[in-house]
């Protein structure tokens, strides 16, 4: 009955993480002990595994166990049975080689892995069910619609899933009629109205209505599209409806309610310092916009400190969990976040686990960016593109609101259904599914379409391989036959070596750097320009170009050589890892500057702006403040009392911490790195005037360098531009562009699939 037994484990055939190594591409030694551990946790106790005429099932799960360790790896929060099913898996060749064009024979010689073949589907299923034994609650793998996972991961799907439909049938609490009279008060000159008969849908307008009668609700949108000036506009409508709401309360009740709280209480939440900064800037700007157009007594109550994720859950030191959570509520009512593409699925969890249940939930973000570094892709899982159109109910209570033309938006999405249709034959679209709770902004405010960086992002995520190169080979014709212009082009080609056209940048935004009067100035200029690469390694990677920028500015023989970093003054420094008693985040971007202490010593500071220093005056109870003061400015003493006073002459600016500013001890810092160049990835939620984006020159280089969720692709290219607010300098061959541009980020996930269930 048994076609497995101790001596015919896989698990045994592979003693050694080298022999699994040899047979499959890419696996690591974390897979190899993490198929161990699951094989020998599983078999033993399962009793009839396969029958005799059906495949070595120990063997079959064995690998899978690796296929689910390596997906994991990457980023997905399952593995679906079908990816692998029936497939030769972690086969591996000398070159990349196309299957079609040559005989088997120059294949097989090719070869260097000679990976695995999978059973098929069916049985593949068969021997997973034999596994899922015992407790249902207790089992460590679950097969849910024939995706396998981890439990943890399963569990954070499934509790999401559930705290997003808990949202979405909870009735409105405000009168249709009311809402109508508030959107027209908000929006008075609409586009569709400026549009004539065919008046184009003013999607900012039905973006509020939507995210007004909702508890959970989405606003995905490109670069500079208006998701910040939309949702100051829809959280004026909240406070607009709460007053009218109370007015309609008895005086006794509403004596109260004002007594007792702010009328809204609102936390403005974004994954990174950098981020929420931005998220902060960009409403107290929509704020100001607003002002003569909407009631100041409104806009005085928007909310306009934003905060960390971390910060909002209440970091534990040395713990995973967070001091809120589903039995130490928050006591938002309403929570909006932005830049979502960057939180990833654990994350998103458990900031829904420790909201309220009636708490209403606003997401902001661009679902073609890259998605979070670690584990799923929620945003893209909850906002695919296009927009698969809205339930008949939600269609008529917008065209209500917003007095839209009957038919307006049904026949909007009619016209998508041809793109709609041919994504549902890929398989990633899904019939009869309403995305109520979704709304797309489409018109970007920051690019007007003409200016070659919207035009640019636009072709690479529609996987346009022949638009995009064309928009960068006529900028470059372009800028040649305009040289002598002033205004510089909004896209360019970089043209020879490095040092043709990397040094003079450095010269213009990093040399000046160290010369600024003050360290706010030398951040501000610091903000106009980056290096971006999409890999760490190679000659095109993060740590060579830092050294060869060290080098243009002549700072690799630094008068501070002896630190371990070489620091010196004017340095951009980014921190590698989260220091929770520090307040500083993996990706805080800070400058080494010089500075004089009260008794006229000179000592090199690493200093943060603004966002940490308010995020850590906002810690609470279990963080020791004094043990702070102690680490930072106020104790600047022998630490750095190895700087040479003399080589820091000239260069020191400032006595005193310019408000805002943070000051801290390099010794005291936990790891970091220069920051002249810095990953795609590490930008998200960042943006800067001027970015140049760095590839590698060859495809064989670049498939060297690549690692799972690390491919170069359409989103890492997406999120590299759409960094740029003004120009884009690219320095990439066309091969490698075009393998960035035809490779897509797909995470499996099975959040989509329930979370859009009619
Ligand atoms: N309807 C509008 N009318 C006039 N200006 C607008 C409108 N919508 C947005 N803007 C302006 O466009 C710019 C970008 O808007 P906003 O910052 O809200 O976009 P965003 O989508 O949040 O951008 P990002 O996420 O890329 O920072 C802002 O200067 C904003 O004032």
Same mark, same amino acid.
């Given at each position: ?37 699951? %094989? ?80 098929? %589907?069916? /049985? ?6 034999? $596994?899922? *034994? ?46 109508? /009279? ?11 109205? /400026? ?8 999607? /900012? ?15 995905? =949108? ?15 409508? +909240? ?39 931005? +998220?902060?800037? #960009? *409403? ?7 002002? =003569? ?19 909002? %859950? ?22 909006? *976040? ?116 919207? $035009? ?15 928009? $960068? ?8 036959? &305009? ?18 056209? +990397? ?112 995020? &850590? ?15 930072? #400015? ?98 990439? #061959? ?5 393998? =960035? ?18």
């Amino acid at each position: 009955m048994l076609n497995h037994n101790k001596s015919n484990l896989a698990g045994q055939t592979y003693s050694r993480f080298s022999q699994v190594k040899a047979v499959i591409q890419g696996v690591e030694p974390i897979d190899y002990f993490f198929a161990k551990e699951m %094989l020998s946790a599983l078999i033993p106790a399962s009793t009839a595994l396969s029958s005799p005429s059906e495949p070595d099932s120990s063997s079959h799960l064995y690998h899978l166990f690796l296929a689910l360790s390596a997906s994991l790896r990457a980023g997905h929060s399952c593995l679906p049975l079908t990816a692998v099913a029936d497939q030769h898996w972690g086969r591996g060749y000398t070159s990349p080689v196309n299957a079609d064009s040559k005989t088997d024979e120059v294949i097989d010689q090719g070869v260097t892995h000679p990976g695995f073949v999978f059973a098929t %589907l069916t /049985q593949l299923h068969a021997m997973v069910s034999a $596994l899922t *034994i015992g407790a249902q609650d207790q089992q460590l793998l679950v097969l849910h619609h024939n995706n396998l996972y981890l439990r943890r991961y399963f569990q954070f799907e499934s509790d999401l899933e559930q705290a997003i439909k808990t949202r979405l049938v909870v009735q409105c609490q405000y009168d249709n009629d009311d809402i109508a /009279q508030c959107i027209e008060a908000l929006f008075p000159n609409t586009e569709e109205e /400026q549009g004539g008969a065919s008046g184009e849908i003013d999607w /900012q307008k039905v973006a509020v209505a939507n995210a007004i009668n909702k508890n959970f609700s989405v606003i995905a =949108g490109g670069p500079g599209t208006g998701k910040t000036y939309t949702v100051t506009k829809l959280l004026a409508a +909240l406070v607009i409806l709460e007053d009218n709401n109370l007015e309609e309360k008895s005086m006794a009740e509403k004596e109260l309610t004002q007594q007792d709280a702010p009328m809204l209480n609102v936390a403005l939440v974004a994954p990174t310092g950098k981020a929420a900064q931005r +998220l902060s800037e #960009s *409403i107290v700007k929509a704020i100001k916009d607003f002002t =003569g157009e909407i009631d100041n007594k409104v806009l005085a109550q928007i909310p306009t400190q934003a905060q960390t994720l971390h910060r909002l %859950l209440g970091v534990l030191p040395n713990s995973p969990n967070f001091r809120h959570n589903e039995d130490n509520r928050l006591a938002y009512d309403i929570v909006l *976040i932005d830049e979502v593409s960057m939180v990833d699925l654990p994350l998103m969890t458990r900031v829904f686990r420790a909201l309220k249940d009636h708490a209403k939930v606003i997401l902001l973000g661009d679902a073609d960016q890259l998605p979070s570094v670690a584990t799923g892709s929620v945003l893209a899982d909850i906002a695919p593109r296009p927009h698969g159109g809205f339930s008949a109910a939600n269609e008529q209570y917008l065209s209500q609101v917003c007095q839209l033309k009957a038919q307006q938006l049904s026949d909007y999405f009619t016209a998508n259904k041809g793109v709609n249709a041919a994504i549902e034959a890929k398989g990633s679209y899904r019939h009869n599914a309403h995305f109520d709770y979704l709304s797309f902004l489409v018109k970007s405010r920051r690019f007007d379409g003409k200016g070659g960086i919207g $035009l640019l992002a636009n072709a690479v995520i529609n996987g346009d391989v022949k638009r995009s190169w064309q928009l $960068l080979v006529n900028a470059q014709k372009q800028a040649l036959q &305009k040289q002598s212009s002033q205004i510089p082009a909004e896209l360019s080609m970089a043209q020879g070596e490095l040092s043709q056209w +990397l040094a003079p940048l450095v010269k213009q935004y990093y040399q000046p750097i160290e010369k600024c009067t003050t360290v706010s100035e030398a951040f501000a200029l610091l903000a106009q320009f980056r290096v971006l690469c999409a890999t760490r390694q190679g000659d095109y990677g993060v740590e060579r170009l830092n050294e060869i920028i060290k080098d243009y500015l002549g700072k690799n023989n630094s008068p501070f050589g002896q630190h371990q970093h070489s620091l010196y003054h004017g340095q951009p420094i980014m921190i590698n890892e989260n220091d929770y008693r520090l307040g500083l985040y993996n990706g805080d971007i800070g400058i080494m500057w010089s500075v004089v202490d009260k008794e006229g010593k000179t000592h090199l500071m690493a200093c943060f702006e603004d966002n940490s220093c308010q995020e &850590k005056s906002r810690e609470e109870s279990s963080f020791n403040d004094s043990a702070l003061e102690s680490l930072t #400015s106020e104790s600047i003493v022998n630490e750095s009392k190895d700087i040479d006073d003399k080589t820091l002459a000239g260069t020191v600016s400032t006595s005193i911490p310019p408000q805002g500013v943070r000051q801290i001890l390099p010794s005291r810092l936990p790891k970091f790195e220069s920051v002249y160049a810095m990953t795609i990835h590490k930008t998200q939620g960042s943006e800067f005037s001027h970015v140049a984006m760095v590839l590698s020159q060859t495809h064989g280089e670049q498939q060297n360098l690549q690692k799972g969720s690390k491919l170069l692709s359409r989103e890492l290219l997406y999120t590299g531009i759409t960094r740029a607010k003004k120009q884009l300098t690219l320095a990439a #061959s066309q091969g490698v562009w075009q393998q =960035g541009v035809t490779t897509q980020v797909k995470r499996y996930s099975g959040l989509t699939i329930n979370v859009l269930q009619p």
